[in-house]
């Protein structure tokens, strides 16, 4: 059966009521059917524009997204919701009518003279809720007219909309305010504002803004005391070059504590206290204190000080020639005690009589007891040194002898067991590789020697992936990861340096780290206990560029871990299979060496991550063994 779309198999033609139509029947499990035409248009008749509308429950049928073209009229009852009406040809402008052309209608502008005037309008009614908007002018004229606001209301003023009058702006009511809103200002007749502090005031020319109050309006002194002359809480300050001057018959008076800083002058001179130039009725304090009954105030070059009288009642003092003393209490008499006063110094006399040296005493002499100037004998006369000697049986290692007169002292050199004296002379001996023997003879030790020493390499590698940027690394915590006699470096300890880990440091990770050591036991001689690394030598070999590697050494102890030190480091800019060849700088030369029970703790690290970075490293150490 072919498409019924092909008109060739099934041709067009204009349908009779009585053709035949292909339909389904629903009745009877949807079986093909024909129906006459004429049978379907006696049982439902052909449909109207209200069947079409009146679709079974949803009302949709009144929507179409096509045209509608009708050659007869249009009533509508309901209303119409046009979005654009087309007249003419046009949907019009902004602002356009529509207008009648008489057998059509038309877009058209709005017509210069409308119909009616403001008066036409306002003669139908001039009452309205709604706003009058306008760009121009309203205009009164006319004997006793005006604008009337009512029920307040209010003129409000947008911006750059002035009020311009050649006549007076009155508020009749007392309750009538004429209110400046926040921000608002005043400007006067030339269009200033102001400034801020500036008040309104009326010039020659009219107002105009004024700094400070103008001089005609400035109260005079006695104008503001006459509408009060009481301060609460608030004082006068004077500054600059003035005068307060006081006329006859006015006071100060003040019941508070008063401080006078400048020069002040008081020149009234009279003999009762109402002419005096001071009148004090109180108490007078020299800074410190009011003074004791019957004190008196003397000067002190800057300021006044309370001295009793009888201090200050010497006129003069002067000296006179010293005699013998008279007691024993008195080395200087003074008297009389007021007045003018005369200071005697009395001269030594012997025994326990106070005074001064008496003269005529030389270099040689020395004051007796009994107050006289004598020659001392029995007194040293020189001092001599000896040439040097042995201590024999001595137990001094310095000899005085004789102690009076020509005195001479001998210094005697250790003879050896107990016999005390100075350091022999070495200069026969071995100098620097000699001592000194109980015996007091210098000799060439034996045994313990400083010069026992040796080298000891290191060959490590590294061997982990994923190294973390600036991680210290340490050697490996058991032999899984070496390679061949390699150790290597595969101990990840973190970001934080042995220094800082301190007490976290695990026992497993220290014992893995520690590489050089000085035993807490040993049976060698103990005269050179100590171990000192004079260099450690190394080669560096990576295999990658692009990074700094660093090498550090950490001085701890053997068999506790916790202190880790910085002995020395060195950082190499890694190349690609490039040898590199260096030594380790150390810290300070105590760093250098290992006590006995001291060790040495290795560490690396690198600047950048790398998913893995292989290198070759050879550590040689060369040390001796030092006292």
């Given at each position: 059966?072919?498409?019924?779309?092909?008109?060739?198999?099934?041709?067009l033609?204009?349908?009779?009521?009585?053709?035949?139509?292909?339909?389904?029947?629903?009745?009877?499990?949807?079986?093909?059917?024909?129906?006459?035409?004429?049978?379907?248009?006696?049982?439902?008749?052909?449909?109207?524009?209200?069947?079409?509308?009146?679709?079974?429950?949803?009302?949709?049928?009144?929507?179409?997204?096509?045209?509608?073209?009708?050659?007869?009229?249009?009533?509508?009852?309901?209303?119409?919701?046009?979005?654009?009406?087309?007249?003419?040809?046009?949907?019009?402008?902004?602002?356009?009518?529509?207008?009648?052309?008489?057998?059509?209608?038309?877009?058209?502008?709005?017509?210069?003279?409308?119909?009616?005037?403001?008066?036409?309008?306002?003669?139908?009614?001039?009452?309205?809720?709604?706003?009058?908007?306008?760009?121009?002018?309203?205009?009164?004229?006319?004997?006793?007219?005006?604008?009337?606001?009512v029920?307040?209301?209010?003129?409000?003023?947008g911006?750059?909309?002035?009020?311009?009058?050649?006549?007076?702006?009155?508020?009749a009511?007392?309750?009538?305010?004429?209110?400046?809103?926040?921000?608002?200002?005043?400007?006067?007749?030339?269009?200033?504002?102001?400034?801020?502090?500036?008040?309104?005031?009326?010039?020659?020319?009219?107002?105009?803004?004024?700094?400070g109050?103008?001089?005609?309006?400035?109260?005079?002194?006695?104008?503001?005391?006459?509408?009060?002359?009481?301060?609460?809480?608030?004082?006068?300050?004077?500054?600059?070059v003035?005068?307060?001057?006081?006329?006859?018959?006015?006071?100060?008076?003040?019941?508070?504590?008063?401080?006078?800083?400048?020069?002040?002058?008081f020149?009234?001179?009279?003999?009762?206290?109402?002419?005096?130039?001071?009148?004090?009725?109180?108490?007078?304090?020299?800074?410190?204190?009011?003074?004791?009954?019957?004190?008196?105030?003397?000067?002190?070059?800057?300021?006044?000080?309370?001295?009793?009288?009888?201090?200050?009642?010497?006129?003069?003092?002067?000296?006179?020639?010293?005699?013998?003393?008279?007691?024993p209490?008195?080395?200087?008499?003074?008297?009389?005690?007021?007045?003018?006063?005369?200071?005697?110094?009395?001269?030594?006399?012997?025994?326990?009589?106070?005074?001064?040296?008496?003269?005529?005493?030389?270099?040689?002499?020395?004051?007796?007891?009994?107050?006289?100037?004598?020659?001392?004998?029995?007194?040293?006369?020189?001092?001599?040194?000896?040439?040097?000697?042995?201590?024999?049986?001595?137990?001094?290692?310095?000899?005085?002898?004789?102690?009076?007169?020509a005195?001479?002292?001998?210094?005697?050199?250790?003879?050896?067991?107990?016999?005390?004296?100075?350091?022999?002379?070495a200069?026969?001996?071995?100098?620097?590789t000699?001592?000194?023997?109980?015996?007091?003879?210098?000799?060439?030790?034996?045994?313990?020697s400083?010069?026992?020493?040796?080298?000891?390499?290191?060959?490590?590698?590294?061997?982990?992936?994923?190294?973390?940027?600036?991680?210290?690394?340490?050697?490996?915590?058991?032999?899984?990861?070496?390679?061949?006699?390699?150790?290597?470096?595969?101990t990840?300890?973190?970001?934080?340096?042995?220094?800082?880990?301190?007490?976290?440091?695990?026992?497993?990770?220290?014992?893995?780290?520690?590489?050089?050591?000085?035993?807490?036991?040993?049976?060698?001689?103990?005269?050179?206990?100590?171990?000192?690394?004079?260099?450690?030598?190394?080669?560096?070999?990576?295999?990658?560029?692009?990074?700094?590697?660093?090498?550090?050494?950490?001085?701890?102890?053997?068999?506790?871990?916790?202190?880790?030190?910085?002995?020395?480091?060195?950082?190499?800019?890694?190349?690609?299979?490039?040898?590199?060849?260096?030594?380790?700088?150390?810290?300070?030369?105590?760093?250098?060496?290992?006590?006995?029970?001291?060790?040495?703790?290795?560490?690396?690290?690198?600047?950048?991550?790398?998913?893995?970075?292989?290198?070759?490293?050879?550590?040689?150490?060369?040390?001796?063994?030092?006292?």
């Amino acid at each position: 059966m072919a498409k019924i779309e092909n008109t060739t198999v099934y041709p067009l033609v204009t349908p009779n009521a009585s053709d035949f139509v292909i339909g389904t029947d629903t009745s009877d499990d949807n079986r093909t059917v024909s129906f006459k035409i004429s049978d379907i248009t006696a049982s439902g008749g052909l449909q109207d524009l209200q069947s079409v509308l009146d679709t079974p429950t949803t009302n949709t049928g009144g929507t179409a997204a096509g045209d509608i073209s009708l050659t007869g009229n249009i009533t509508v009852n309901g209303t119409v919701y046009p979005t654009t009406i087309t007249a003419g040809g046009s949907t019009g402008t902004a602002g356009q009518l529509l207008s009648s052309t008489a057998t059509g209608i038309q877009w058209i502008d709005v017509p210069i003279n409308p119909c009616c005037s403001l008066d036409d309008t306002l003669a139908i009614g001039n009452t309205t809720a709604r706003n009058i908007l306008t760009t121009g002018s309203i205009g009164m004229s006319g004997a006793s007219q005006g604008l009337s606001l009512v029920n307040s209301s209010v003129i409000t003023l947008g911006t750059n909309c002035p009020i311009t009058t050649e006549d007076n702006i009155r508020l009749a009511l007392p309750s009538c305010v004429l209110d400046f809103n926040y921000g608002a200002s005043i400007s006067d007749g030339n269009n200033v504002l102001g400034t801020s502090g500036q008040i309104f005031t009326r010039g020659a020319a009219g107002v105009e803004w004024s700094t400070g109050i103008p001089a005609a309006s400035m109260p005079t002194l006695q104008e503001v005391l006459n509408a009060g002359n009481s301060a609460d809480l608030i004082g006068m300050a004077f500054t600059g070059v003035s005068n307060t001057t006081f006329s006859a018959g006015s006071s100060i008076q003040s019941f508070a504590s008063n401080v006078w800083s400048g020069t002040n002058g008081f020149s009234s001179n009279g003999g009762t206290p109402a002419t005096s130039g001071i009148n004090l009725t109180g108490s007078l304090s020299d800074g410190f204190s009011t003074g004791t009954a019957s004190q008196v105030l003397t000067s002190t070059a800057t300021g006044v000080s309370w001295a009793d009288l009888s201090t200050v009642g010497v006129s003069s003092v002067s000296a006179t020639v010293p005699i013998a003393a008279a007691f024993p209490a008195d080395p200087i008499t003074i008297a009389p005690g007021v007045g003018g006063v005369i200071v005697r110094q009395n001269i030594y006399a012997g025994g326990s009589l106070i005074g001064c040296v008496p003269t005529g005493g030389t270099a040689s002499n020395f004051l007796r007891g009994d107050g006289t100037w004598v020659t001392p004998t029995g007194a040293v006369s020189s001092v001599s040194v000896l040439a040097s000697g042995t201590s024999g049986g001595l137990t001094d290692a310095i000899k005085i002898s004789p102690t009076t007169g020509a005195v001479q002292v001998q210094s005697n050199a250790f003879d050896g067991s107990d016999k005390v004296g100075h350091v022999p002379d070495a200069s026969a001996a071995g100098a620097t590789t000699d001592f000194l023997r109980a015996d007091g003879t210098w000799a060439t030790p034996s045994g313990g020697s400083s010069g026992f020493g040796g080298l000891q390499t290191f060959m490590l590698t590294q061997a982990k992936t994923g190294v973390t940027a600036n991680n210290y690394m340490t050697l490996a915590l058991n032999n899984v990861n070496t390679t061949g006699d390699r150790t290597v470096f595969s101990t990840d300890l973190g970001s934080s340096s042995p220094a800082v880990m301190a007490g976290t440091m695990t026992d497993g990770q220290h014992v893995a780290g520690c590489f050089l050591y000085n035993p807490v036991t040993s049976s060698c001689l103990t005269a050179t206990p100590a171990m000192k690394c004079c260099d450690i030598y190394f080669q560096y070999l990576p295999e990658l560029s692009g990074h700094n590697f660093t090498l550090e050494i950490w001085k701890t102890s053997v068999c506790t871990s916790g202190t880790y030190t910085a002995a020395g480091s060195a950082t190499i800019s890694s190349i690609a299979g490039t040898l590199t060849c260096d030594s380790i700088t150390f810290v300070s030369a105590a760093l250098q060496t290992l006590q006995i029970g001291e060790a040495y703790f290795i560490t690396v690290k690198q600047d950048n991550t790398l998913v893995a970075n292989d290198f070759l490293l050879n550590l040689t150490v060369r040390y001796e063994m030092v006292a």
